[in-house]
């Protein structure tokens, strides 16, 4: 069991809105009202510990799900069913590959509590790369047999992070229809709930300096009125699809760089994406060190900078692939958390930001939701 380490505890509204923050030595909770002008924050949760990916099951139950890791215990699901006061963790790994796999569980890179599936399913992404479903709420997983036994495995390769399966996304309209983004393994789409995959690669490109270098992507969205289309940030280069990643164009154009982490989508107007490139590979810092989130409202046909109230020089600071998120409310607000600690917020669709939370451990992942 884990407490608030500040002694806060949280009793929500419907409609309040829950800030959940993985970092590298524990998760951090933020509680608001709708109007998003002061945030109660709890924490550390599971202190010490790498909190790589968090979701919130939002039905009359609410429960966070936490994908942990303890340095003596390993990767684990654990889950909280009072926001927070008290976690459960199970007594052995509910997350392991078969016997005779040759595979251990490094990370929980990705919780989905998708409710097209159900209320009662949660999909996971984990490290080396393979998806496992909960049809208890996070409580106990199984393996997909047909992506881990795909036929390109072999040609797959650990990015810097690890060969992380990092996103997952399930069709809003056609659940049957998922998608997998793999670093680095490239993109698969299962068209029958998971018992097949076929690659989703044509008109992505590899490194050009890098030899044997394999597809990398590193962030990929629906778009919120068609998820025919969908927005990617691979590495290198930023795409759209309109034909549900059958193929892929650029949609770069306008950025100061093609290389970058997290992609984020509006969740209700349609072709409205948000950004936040860096230099280089190489150089992985905000171009100046002047931190700027672009905005396209054309599906990537222009990009605007937006940065009132963001640092104007020495931000040199690095947005990691999930540590950049949206609510649903009206009007939309935005979150992004840094590899140095801190904690920006916007709830006027990006036009001005401000600092929720500075001098926290560097920031894995950054979710939203609003309770039920």
């Known amino acids: 069991m884990s407490a608030h380490a500040n002694g806060v505890k949280f009793s929500p509204a419907a409609g309040d809105l829950l800030l959940m923050v993985g970092t590298a030595k524990g998760a951090f909770l933020l509680l608001s009202d709708s109007r998003r002008a002061d945030f109660k924050v709890s924490g550390p949760h599971f202190p010490g510990q790498s909190v790589w990916s968090l979701a919130l099951v939002n039905d009359n139950n609410p429960r966070i799900l ?122 698969y789409r299962s068209d029958d709930g998971g018992d097949s995959w076929n690659p989703c690669v044509n008109g992505l490109r590899v490194h050009p300096d890098v030899p044997g270098a394999t597809l990398c992507p590193h962030k990929m969205r629906f778009d919120a009125e068609n998820p025919s289309r969908m927005y990617l940030q691979n590495h290198p280069g930023v795409y759209r699809t309109d034909n549900d990643a059958r193929s892929w164009v650029t949609i770069e154009n306008g950025l100061p760089s093609d290389f970058g982490f997290p992609m984020v989508a509006h969740p209700r107007r349609g072709g409205t994406i948000y950004n936040f490139p860096l230099v280089s590979d190489e150089f992985r810092v905000p171009r100046d060190g002047a931190p700027r989130v672009w905005r396209s409202r054309d599906a990537g046909a222009t990009w605007q900078a937006l940065g009132r109230g963001l640092p104007d020089r ?53 979710k939203s939701a609003l309770v039920a």
């Open 66 to 187: 936490a994908g942990n890791k303890s340095n003596h215990w390993g990767a684990m699901v654990s889950w909280s069913d009072d926001f927070g006061a008290t976690w459960n963790e199970p007594t052995e790994g509910n997350i392991k590959f078969p016997r005779g796999s040759g595979a251990a569980l490094n990370a929980v890179w990705a919780l989905e509590a998708s409710t097209a599936l159900g209320a009662d399913v949660v999909l996971a992404g984990v490290d080396p790369a393979a998806m496992f479903r909960s049809d208890d709420r996070g409580e106990t997983f199984r393996l997909n047999e047909a992506l881990f036994n795909h036929p390109d495995r072999p040609k797959w390769n650990p990015g810097f992070g690890g060969l992380c399966l990092h996103t997952l996304l399930v069709h809003p309209r056609e659940p049957q229809r998922m998608y997998a983004a793999i670093s680095s393994g490239g993109i």
């Open 314 to 366: 020495a931000g040199f600071f690095t947005v990691l692939r999930d540590a950049f998120c949206a609510d649903t409310l009206e009007p939309v607000g935005l979150y992004f958390g840094t590899r140095g600690g801190q904690l920006y917020g916007s709830n006027d669709e990006g036009e001005s930001w401000r600092a929720l939370a500075e001098f926290l451990p560097p920031v894995l992942c950054v």
